[in-house]
């Protein structure tokens, strides 16, 4: 008891802080690893369907991204509120898709290229006929493997 | 007097740390693309001649989706709900109905002859269609397939589809291939477009 008392009288120790730092500093660096930067800001509203039968993306620098929905809210004015092609950042018609395949293309090492993929993030309020354009132009260019972009359905 | 031990105060240093932190879980976007993989067909060369193996009837189920978002189903109105059923009886037709797909027995590699259903879907919409609804049936298009695939792996290997190896993989995947046709567009209404 008497012990006791006497460790008290000196008051609080400091805790010491110095590894909290390499802690976050820990975080940080798995977050670094495990993440990549956004590519590019999203010009069109996008909520993707649900399915069920959904698989995972396995390269996901393999993958080009096209995007279809109505412009955002501060775009409306500007474009209208029909649905539009987005590549990469900037809005764009069905004949440009060529272009940008071909560009994709070119991007990725020779021996990558067969194994581009296309993926279409279309909203789900979109009428098919812009995304039939779509991939007709696709399958012109010989851009045959595509992932329809979908949200896991609760079950 | 007493060695003298000057210690910098590294409280802020996980501060900065955090700050960074920060920074890179608002930048970074951590969640996996998900969908449905598929495979377009082929622009059909224009010098070829079109001289396409006659499909016989019985081997062709087309699903409809027309502008209202309904679905025909082998010239029948259907919901979305019965789709996979229909699907899976087109599929395996097991009590070899005249009706539904007729079989081959084909060689299949490292498992042996095994009779594979010739049965193609055809999948065809309206440019009105909502992307929706043709994911919808999409998915009930793959999720037939992948119950399938999943009943033959018990039952042959017994193991669930993603637990056989690549070769017994690629012998379920040969056996019930994915056969769904995603038609050259065309109006499936009467009226013109626009």
């Given amino acids: 008891m008497a012990k006791f008392s006497r460790k008290l009288k000196g008051g609080l120790p400091a805790i010491n802080t110095a590894s909290l730092s390499d802690i976050v500093f820990m975080l940080l660096f798995f977050f670094m690893l495990t993440a990549q930067v956004r590519k590019f800001e999203t010009k069109v509203m996008v909520k993707v369907p649900e399915a069920t039968e959904v698989t995972k993306l396995e390269r996901k620098d393999l993958a080009s991204y096209i995007s279809i929905g109505a412009p955002v809210l501060s775009h409306q004015a500007q474009y209208g509120d029909d649905a539009r092609v987005q590549l990469n950042d900037s809005f764009k018609e069905v004949d440009d898709i060529r272009d940008f395949i071909a560009a994709e293309r070119e991007a990725r090492s020779e021996v990558d290229r067969p194994f581009m993929n296309v993926v279409l993030k279309v909203d789900q309020n979109v009428r098919m006929g812009v995304v039939t354009d779509v991939k007709q132009e696709l399958r012109r260019c010989s851009a045959l493997k595509i992932v329809y972009s979908a949200r896991r359905a609760a079950q | ?194």
């Fill in chain 2, 1 to 194: 007097m007493a060695k003298q031990i000057t210690t910098i105060n590294t409280a802020s240093m996980a501060d900065i740390a955090f700050m960074m932190l920060f920074f890179f879980l608002v930048t970074t976007n951590l969640d996996v693309d998900l969908g449905l993989a598929r495979m377009l067909p082929p622009i059909p060369d224009e010098n070829q001649q079109q001289d396409d193996v006659k499909v016989n009837r019985r081997n062709v189920m087309v699903v409809l989706i027309n502008s209202q978002d309904r679905i025909l189903a082998g010239n029948q109105p259907i919901e979305i709900g019965q789709l996979k059923e229909k699907v899976r009886e087109f599929i395996l037709n097991p009590a070899d109905h005249p009706d539904l797909p007729e079989k081959e027995i084909r060689d299949v590699e490292n498992f042996g002859p095994y009779p594979i259903t010739k049965g193609v879907i055809s999948l065809q919409n309206d440019r009105s269609t909502t992307y929706d609804t043709y994911m919808r049936v999409q998915n009930e298009l793959i999720k037939a397939y992948n119950e399938i695939r999943e009943e033959f792996s018990m039952q042959q290997f017994g193991k669930p589809f993603i637990k056989l190896d690549e070769v017994e993989q690629k012998v379920v995947r040969t056996i019930y291939n994915q056969a769904i046709s995603e038609a050259e567009p065309r109006d499936v209404s009467k009226r013109a477009r626009r």
